[in-house]
């Protein structure tokens, strides 16, 4: 049995939105304990918080957990972005690095090392596949709206990538809500009046929280519901209550699962705390490891783990982020009555790469300087 003491340093952002942090650090904790009941390892656990989530932030946090606390390993939630920024620290003091997020930006696998995982939803892939099929079912122009922070992560560059690799001749066409008062978020119903402009064959909508309520709200009272069809991040689902009508919203969600199995799990996949179910796989694959480690490294022993979540088995190595994942596509049908969300597997659809041409010529070129995980404002 293992008898080794193990510290895990935990990176906590903080989010106005979602209890991203709480919700990570109880997952995390609750699976270990869970896994490890039988065995001698003992496991502390050394959080620090990192607001925000930007580069210094986090490189304040690892150097703290790294050379004052000497942990063996780190975990948290990081965006893929500052995760690229500071991954050779990882390698430079031989210490395993497990990265959850839902993957708002595209890790680019040049810039991670061997000591970097990466456990992910992986939104980019499936905001790609969305506009695949969106160009295919509903037509060649596209919108994409969001507020101002979520605007600055990968969803739309994906959408649009997704809808050339159907039609090289569509159209993405683009309205983002600009902030107002200091403090306050944005008000989405400034983006319809050029959603009237353009009259796009179908919306993408990146707003979340609050902001995701006024949009839904504005895009019913306007009469959208009717006859432009709406795709979005499941966030958009969240805040649907008795008041509104019935209406249609196309998401998707990645999985290693095939269509069978992925059914019966699509409304966790969907809607249940998500950053709760990564600390929960990241719990998982730690567990493993710890239980196989014996004389070999941690790092080595993670490499070697196969562990599995609701999403199926964990596909974590950093050198070819989302390989073997399934993207599915799902109808949810909201009733107008409380709690009345529908979700339906529609089909598999059409999926990205990280090895595709197009999409690696893109992220050799300029990228976002927003660094925070997605909902870390």
């Given at each position: 049995m293992?008898?080794?003491?193990i510290?895990i340093?935990?990176?906590l952002?903080?989010?106005t939105?979602?209890?991203?942090g709480k919700?990570?650090?109880?997952?995390?904790?609750?699976?270990?304990a869970?896994?490890?009941?039988?065995?001698?390892?003992t496991?502390e656990?050394?959080?620090?918080?990192?607001?925000q989530?930007?580069?210094?932030?986090?490189?304040?946090a690892i150097?703290?957990l790294i050379g004052?606390?000497?942990?063996d390993?780190i975990?948290?939630v990081?965006s893929?972005?500052?995760?690229m920024?500071?991954a050779e620290?990882?390698e430079k003091?031989?210490?395993?690095?497990l990265?959850?997020n839902i993957?708002?930006?595209?890790?680019?696998?040049?810039r991670?090392n061997?000591?970097?995982?990466?456990?992910?939803?992986h939104t980019?892939?499936?905001?790609?596949?969305?506009g695949?099929?969106?160009?295919?079912?509903?037509g060649?122009?596209?919108?994409?709206?969001?507020?101002?922070y979520?605007?600055?992560?990968s969803?739309?560059n994906?959408?649009k990538l997704?809808?050339?690799?159907?039609?090289s001749?569509s159209?993405?066409?683009f309205?983002?809500?600009?902030l107002?008062?200091p403090?306050?978020?944005?008000?989405?119903?400034d983006?319809?009046?050029?959603i009237?402009?353009f009259e796009p064959?179908?919306?993408?909508?990146a707003?979340?929280?609050?902001?995701a309520?006024?949009?839904?709200a504005?895009?019913?009272?306007?009469?959208y519901h009717?006859?432009t069809?709406?795709?979005?991040l499941?966030?958009?689902?969240q805040p649907?209550?008795?008041?509104q009508?019935a209406?249609e919203?196309?998401?998707a969600?990645?999985s290693?699962l095939d269509?069978?199995d992925?059914?019966p799990?699509?409304q966790?996949?969907?809607?249940?705390r998500?950053?709760?179910?990564?600390?929960?796989?990241?719990?998982s694959i730690?567990a493993?490891?710890?239980s196989?480690?014996d004389d070999?490294?941690?790092k080595e022993?993670i490499n070697?783990t196969?562990s599995?979540s609701?999403?199926g088995?964990l596909?974590?190595?950093?050198?070819?982020?989302?390989?073997?994942?399934?993207?599915y596509?799902?109808k949810?049908?909201?009733?107008?009555e409380?709690?009345?969300?529908e979700m339906a597997?529609q089909?598999?659809?059409k999926?990205?790469?990280?090895?595709?041409?197009?999409?690696?010529k893109n992220?050799e070129?300029?990228?976002?300087g927003?660094?925070?995980?997605y909902l870390?404002?």
């Amino acid at each position: 049995m293992n008898t080794n003491h193990i510290a895990i340093g935990v990176l906590l952002p903080a989010s106005t939105i979602l209890p991203m942090g709480k919700d990570f650090e109880r997952g995390l904790k609750r699976t270990l304990a869970e896994k490890l009941t039988a065995s001698n390892c003992t496991v502390e656990f050394i959080p620090e918080f990192i607001g925000q989530g930007s580069k210094s932030a986090v490189e304040e946090a690892i150097n703290k957990l790294i050379g004052y606390h000497q942990v063996d390993l780190i975990t948290g939630v990081l965006s893929n972005q500052v995760g690229m920024e500071v991954a050779e620290k990882f390698e430079k003091h031989r210490i395993p690095f497990l990265i959850n997020n839902i993957g708002e930006h595209v890790p680019h696998p040049n810039r991670f090392n061997p000591y970097v995982f990466i456990n992910s939803t992986h939104t980019w892939q499936q905001v790609w596949s969305l506009g695949h099929w969106a160009v295919g079912t509903f037509g060649k122009r596209g919108m994409f709206v969001a507020g101002i922070y979520d605007a600055g992560y990968s969803f739309s560059n994906m959408l649009k990538l997704g809808m050339e690799a159907a039609d090289s001749q569509s159209v993405l066409a683009f309205s983002i809500a600009q902030l107002g008062q200091p403090g306050k978020t944005t008000d989405p119903r400034d983006v319809f009046k050029h959603i009237a402009t353009f009259e796009p064959d179908f919306i993408f909508s990146a707003f979340c929280g609050g902001e995701a309520s006024a949009f839904l709200a504005e895009y019913i009272r306007l009469g959208y519901h009717k006859n432009t069809p709406l795709l979005a991040l499941p966030f958009l689902l969240q805040p649907f209550d008795a008041q509104q009508q019935a209406l249609e919203i196309y998401t998707a969600v990645t999985s290693t699962l095939d269509m069978t199995d992925v059914e019966p799990v699509v409304q966790k996949l969907n809607t249940d705390r998500p950053f709760d179910e990564l600390g929960s796989a990241t719990g998982s694959i730690l567990a493993e490891a710890l239980s196989k480690k014996d004389d070999k490294g941690l790092k080595e022993a993670i490499n070697g783990t196969i562990s599995h979540s609701i999403r199926g088995a964990l596909q974590i190595d950093s050198s070819w982020p989302g390989k073997a994942n399934y993207v599915y596509l799902v109808k949810n049908t909201h009733h107008g009555e409380e709690n009345s969300i529908e979700m339906a597997v529609q089909e598999p659809l059409k999926t990205v790469e990280i090895t595709d041409n197009e999409l690696m010529k893109n992220m050799e070129g300029p990228s976002s300087g927003w660094g925070n995980p997605y909902l870390g404002v």
